[in-house]
Nanobody, 125 residues
């Protein structure tokens, strides 16, 4: 059974940085991807960044390009999200998700069956 555990959320001032981590275990699918989503109350979950577990290819939402970086440590089955220059509008619960690599549809939450429990990120002065 696939399990995902996020860590690293917290409170940070605007302009600050946080690094989220996602540990993935129990998977056997090789052609897969791990994606970070975020959600605020009353809004749909939105894709933030995705990394292929095959070749490390990455995709980013336009609203985080140049500020966030997704990376992986394949040996430890860990995926990270380095978030720099954080803005108040980045405040959300951040989730990591895992499933088959769906290419250009990476940001669509309905394609992911496996989710972590989420970690709160709050950007506030």
């Amino acid at each position: 059974q696939v399990q995902l555990v996020e860590s690293g959320g917290g409170l940070v001032q605007p302009g600050g940085s946080l690094r989220l981590a996602c540990e993935v275990s129990g998977f056997t699918v090789s052609y897969s991807a791990t994606t970070w989503f975020r959600q605020v109350p009353g809004k749909e979950r939105e894709g933030v960044a995705c990394i292929s577990n095959v070749d490390g290819r990455t995709n980013y939402a336009d609203f985080v390009k140049g500020r966030f970086t997704i990376s992986r440590d394949s040996a430890k089955n860990m995926v990270f999200l380095q978030m720099n220059n954080l803005k108040p509008e980045d405040t959300a619960v951040y989730y990591c998700a895992f499933d088959f690599d769906v290419g250009s549809a990476w940001s669509r939450a309905e394609y992911y069956r496996h989710w972590g429990q989420g970690t709160q990120v709050t950007v506030s002065a």
